[in-house]
């Protein structure tokens, strides 16, 4: 018998959620009082299910490990925010989000939990106006949106390239408002470091006060993981340099199964690496590919400058593969086509590992129509580009501001070079219909977890699944556990589970004191980074996959033997938070190629070389392979592999086509 | 390891912790790339601490893009360093010569102390948030998004001011250690839309008493936070704020 029980409800696709909704066991104001909710991480989810959760009147803390919740790294999204509102008149609704999003996914999603989403994207934009979100509007006063990837209609809401930033303060705002009622108690600059399970039931975590270094322990009725994704097991990627898998990690070891941890994201627009010196990588966001076109030129090695190559001799080669989406398909089939060139010796730039991303059409095309607005019938060459730039400058100025400063160039006069990085991760801890995890009172929020993009995620749908699980998912089904927890009383952090968790994380700070090695914790992370690039990277086989797991394994047992981590335990110490969180990339990494190797089929952005079509596109392999792969930790980095069928009974499962 | 040509001196701010007295370090850094972030060329340089044993140097940054706000170092005299309009992250080491010295301290004022070496406690900023940066609205409360129709003069006007990424630079360079341009950007933001004006004299009134309960110092609009301001905020704000002030002294 399986172990998962997704606890999809019964009913039509359409009326599973609402049905949810009015049966669900409610808990009464007095006794939401004394329930204490534990929200980890303060990034869209976390911020939106904090703040919602103390509204309604449970006692919450939330914890993040930047100076301020305002820090999270979905600040840094840019592009967009999809809602099914259909305010363009274009055909959208709440099927064709769901559709587009289980299709985009490749078919490797839950639909119970696709159709729920679709269904409370209209809310949350609804919520982030009426908190005061500045949406990009148009002059009518109406809101604006912008098209995506993967879809045919205009359904992206956003705030310049800013739109995580402008979503992210929202849901901090409510949540500052919340501590100052004294109904949220923030712990900024803490790092949770385990979970404590107590008589099968998670009843609070572990974390470290940063500053002091002091071990706290923290219980709670429930436990909340909000803490993003973990994009930065590549080292290079375009996270935020503390984007982390530790509690997640922790929690996994802990008992939480794992969802589909192979699927990662590789996002075909970020600029490309510029040395060995390299931190992190930024994106372009996909907003840019409304209106940059992208090529290489037909000849292969060519030298000469963009400016220099004539029309007839650039191959817009995602124009011409995919006709029907052209430069919006999505991003594992932008991503593959860009390294296809690359390989194939079409690349540009003094790497050869880029393609242009150039925006003369668009420059051309508004400023057309801005004159013409403007009343100008015989506009100069010049005043063409000017009016063309203005208009491009007002939709995606800081991206273009972004990009001259990190490389020097300037975007309006040069074609952007752009090559795809690691950018986001489907996988995560695996969930129900509830977002509990396999421990009882452990939930997973946002990038956390697995649920709703499948093998491949939609551009501008992250910030949408991130508050709709903290805004309008986890109030409800918090519910049903919360509901028979009312007469459970705070449990002392005296607990034996509570002291023994405290000592466990105690013992690894000691041991990675202890090891005195000779070298930094940042050579272990850039050498675990190019293991999964290289092998578990855009593209991936059996040998590979084999050979880095024999890698990471090496790897791991030099960081235990080797890593110097100086300073001491009981300060600010920033190279001992880097350890740790490496500690878990370096057991996380294998398991991402463990299952890898499993899937040999091909799926969004797990590409094995062994599955794909004649014309090099990706190859499922349904009969095999329509399922969620949720592993579970047997110790010592042992795994086994629990398998959630996928049943579709909305959408007929079809190989999928972008041409 | 690094392919440059810039060889540089810094001079570091170094302290333990609160407790102690911090000095400035001395450090020589070799084979720096002009293409290098600033970020880029400390980790640099904390590389080469750590296989000399010493202890890195401690200091804030998460997203290296110039969104999150937490990168926060006061180089040669100005905060996040001598280009206009860009975050330390952002910085790249282009902006310099080689041979150059190079001055890195913490952010300097009575409300931000010092945690460890350039590394400072800017919870203030939070707090100050958290007497009225924000707009009532419970979970599940909204109407439909475009019931309120907002010029798109106001609603940019609004996205402006709410750029703002919360780094304490316009605190770190005013001779005073103002917040003023950091709270009247978000007094700003909320009092340009519809959805804001119905709680802003209390907002206002609020936040300004825990801006001073803080110890942040007066505003003698010396306007140096403008110039230093990464993301552009206007000193039209202030006068905003100002005039909000006002207005919700006089209905009281
Ligand atoms: C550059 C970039 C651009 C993007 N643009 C878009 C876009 O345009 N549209 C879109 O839909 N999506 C976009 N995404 C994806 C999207 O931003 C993220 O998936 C989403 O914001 C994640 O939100 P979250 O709340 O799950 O986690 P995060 O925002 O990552 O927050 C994680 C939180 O957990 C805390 N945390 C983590 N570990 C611990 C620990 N051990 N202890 C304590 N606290 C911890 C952190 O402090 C933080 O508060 C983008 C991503 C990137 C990288
Ligand atoms: S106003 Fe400018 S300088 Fe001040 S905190 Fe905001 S972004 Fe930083
Ligand atoms: S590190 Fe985020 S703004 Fe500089």
Redesign the pocket.
């Known amino acids: 018998m399986s172990k998962l029980d997704s606890k999809i409800p019964e009913g039509a696709l359409e009326q599973k959620w609402e049905k949810y909704k009015s049966s669900v066991a409610l808990v009464n104001p007095a006794n939401k009082r004394s329930l204490e909710v534990l929200v980890?991480?303060?990034?869209?989810?976390?911020a939106s299910a904090a703040a919602t959760l103390a509204e309604m009147g449970y006692k919450v803390k939330c914890?993040?490990?930047?100076d301020s919740?305002r820090r999270?790294?979905?600040i840094?999204?840019?592009?967009?925010?999809n809602a099914a509102k259909n305010y363009q008149n274009d055909g959208d609704s709440t099927y064709r989000l769901f559709y587009d999003t289980i299709k985009g996914g490749d078919y490797r999603a839950r639909e119970a939990n696709v159709y729920r989403l679709a269904s409370v994207s209209a809310n949350i934009i609804d919520q982030c106006v009426a908190s005061g979100v500045p949406l990009a509007r148009e002059y009518g006063g109406m809101l604006s949106n912008r098209s995506f990837g993967g879809t045919q209609v205009q359904r992206t809401f956003y705030a310049a390239g800013q739109?995580?930033q402008q979503l992210?303060l929202g849901a901090y705002s409510g949540l500052q408002r919340q501590v100052g009622l004294g109904t949220v108690e923030m712990m900024s600059r803490?790092?949770?470091?385990d979970i404590v399970n107590i008589d099968g039931k998670c009843r609070g975590i572990i974390?470290r006060d940063l500053i002091s270094g002091k071990l706290e322990r923290h219980f709670g009725h429930a436990v909340l993981l909000?803490?993003?994704?973990y994009g930065n097991v590549f080292y290079l990627s375009?996270?935020a340099m503390?984007?982390?898998v530790?509690?997640a990690w922790k929690a996994h070891k802990k008992g939480a199964f794992f969802g589909n941890p192979c699927f990662t994201q590789i996002h075909p627009t970020c600029i490309p690496v510029s040395g060995d010196h390299q931190s992190k990588l930024t994106?372009m966001?996909?907003s840019l590919r409304n209106d940059g076109r992208i090529w290489v030129p037909k000849k292969q090695g060519d030298t000469r400058k963009a400016n220099e190559i004539p029309e007839e001799e650039r191959d817009y080669y995602l124009e011409r593969r995919y006709p029907a989406f052209g430069n919006l398909v999505p991003r594992d089939v932008a991503s593959r086509a860009a390294k296809e060139r690359c390989d194939a010796g079409y690349g540009v730039g003094t790497s050869k590992m880029a393609v242009y991303l150039d925006f003369k059409s668009a420059i051309a095309r508004y400023g057309h129509t801005k004159a013409v607005t403007q009343g100008i019938h015989n506009p100069t060459a010049e005043q063409l580009k000017d009016f063309g730039k203005q208009v491009v400058e007002e939709k995606y100025g800081n991206l273009f501001e972004m990009y001259e400063q990190i490389t020097g160039e300037n975007p309006y006069q040069l074609p952007m070079r752009i090559y795809p990085a690691v950018?986001?991760t489907m996988g995560g801890l695996w969930v129900d219909y509830n977002l509990m995890t396999t421990v009882p009172g452990l939930y997973a929020?946002?990038?956390?977890n697995f649920s709703d993009h499948g093998a491949n995620r939609l551009?501008?749908?992250?910030?949408?699944q991130?508050l709709a699980d903290g805004y309008f998912v986890i109030p409800y089904t918090i519910g049903a556990y919360l509901s028979k927890e009312i007469s459970t009383k705070a449990i002392s952090t005296d607990h034996e589970a509570f002291v023994k968790a405290e000592k466990d994380a105690q013992a690894i700070i000691d041991r990675l004191f202890a090891i005195k090695g000779t070298k930094s914790v940042d050579h272990f992370h850039k050498k675990l980074g190019k293991i999964m690039w290289d092998k578990c990277g855009m593209a991936r086989n059996e040998k590979g996959l084999k050979e880095a797991i024999a890698e990471i394994r090496a790897l791991r047992d030099e960081f235990w033997k080797d890593v110097r981590v100086l300073g001491s335990p009981n300060e600010l110490n920033p190279e001992l938070e880097k350890a740790g969180r490496v500690a878990d990339f370096l057991e996380l990494g294998e398991l991402m190629c463990i299952d890898a190797l499993n899937r040999s089929e091909s799926c969004g952005g797990h590409f094995r070389e062994e599955s794909q079509t004649e014309e090099g596109e990706a190859l499922r392999k349904d009969d095999e392979f329509a399922y969620v792969a949720a592993w579970e930790n047997k110790g010592d980095n042992n795994y086994e592999i629990h398998k959630e069928e996928l049943k579709f009974e909305v959408i007929k499962i079809s190989q999928r086509s972008y041409k | 390891m690094s392919h440059g040509n810039m060889n540089l001196t810094l001079k570091i701010w170094r302290q333990k912790s609160d407790k102690e007295k911090g000095k400035l370090v001395t450090y020589p850094v070799q084979d720096i790339s002009p293409d290098m972030s600033f970020l880029e060329m400390f980790d640099v340089l904390n590389e080469q601490l750590i296989t000399k044993g010493e202890e890195p140097i401690a200091f804030d940054h998460d997203c290296r893009?110039g969104i999150c706000g937490m990168c926060s170092m006061f180089i040669n005299g100005r905060p996040h360093g001598p280009k206009r309009g860009v975050t330390t992250c952002q910085l790249h080491m282009r902006s310099f010569k080689n041979g150059d010295t190079i001055v890195v301290e913490p952010w300097r004022a009575a409300a931000f102390p010092v945690i460890k070496d350039l590394t400072v406690d800017r919870s203030a900023f939070d707090r100050i948030i958290s007497k009225g940066g924000f707009i009532s609205v419970n979970t599940g409360n909204a109407q439909d998004a475009n019931n309120i129709p907002i010029p798109k003069t106001d609603a940019d006007a609004a996205f402006n001011a709410a750029a703002c990424i919360g780094c304490g630079a316009c605190v770190a360079t005013c001779k005073n250690s103002s917040a003023m341009l950091f709270v009247s950007a978000k007094i700003s933001q909320l009092a340009l839309l519809p959805q804001g004006k119905v709680e802003a004299t209390a907002r206002v009134k609020n936040m300004v008493a825990q801006m001073d309960e803080e110890g942040f110092g007066n505003c003698t609009n010396t306007g140096a936070c403008e110039i230093e301001c990464p993301k552009g905020i206007s000193l039209e704000n202030i006068a905003r704020m100002n005039r909000e002030f006002y207005v919700a002294n006089i209905k009281s």
């Open positions: 980890v991480g303060s990034g869209l989810a976390g914890f993040c490990f930047q919740a999270a790294h979905s840094a999204a840019q592009g967009g925010i739109t995580g992210l803490h790092e949770m470091l974390a909000c803490t993003g994704g375009t996270n503390g984007s982390n530790t509690a994106l966001s996909e950018h986001y929020l946002g990038e956390a551009g501008a749908s992250a910030l949408m991130g | 893009e």
